[in-house]
């Protein structure tokens, strides 16, 4: 069992940057792949990003693409999400999420999930 806790929300500018960490603990996420959803006030969950179990491969939806970065640290069992020049309609609660399956950086229904953090873009 994997247990994930976001953080690093907040409440930003238009334009502005933030980076969220997610810390893993129960196991070693070394051998999963990791992503980033979020999810905007009545609206469906949506992928962000995602990453293989090394860091080697990396996906991003195309509204995000240039402006995210996804990253992982395997040591500290830990995975961020740089988030540059972001937008007020990219205000959303943001899941981390882990996938059993290691090469998987699309994930559609990954196994463990965080609670989210909330992210609000002012305009």
């Known amino acids: 069992q994997v247990q994930l806790v976001e953080s690093g929300g907040g409440l930003v500018q238009a334009g502005d940057s933030l980076r969220l960490s997610c810390a893993a603990s129960g196991r070693t996420i070394s051998t999963y792949a990791m992503a980033w959803f979020r999810q905007a006030p009545g609206k469906e969950r949506d992928f962000v990003a995602g990453i293989n179990y090394s860091g080697g491969n990396t996906n991003y939806a195309d509204s995000v693409k240039g402006r995210f970065t996804i990253t992982r640290d395997n040591a500290k069992n830990m995975l961020y999400l740089l988030m540059n020049n972001l937008k007020p309609e990219e205000t959303a609660v943001y899941y981390c999420?882990?996938?059993?399956?290691?090469?998987?950086?699309?994930?559609?229904?990954?196994?463990?999930w965080g609670q989210g953090t909330q992210v609000t873009v002012s305009s």
């Open positions: 999420a882990a996938d059993l399956k290691p090469y998987n950086v699309v994930p559609v229904d990954p196994d463990y």
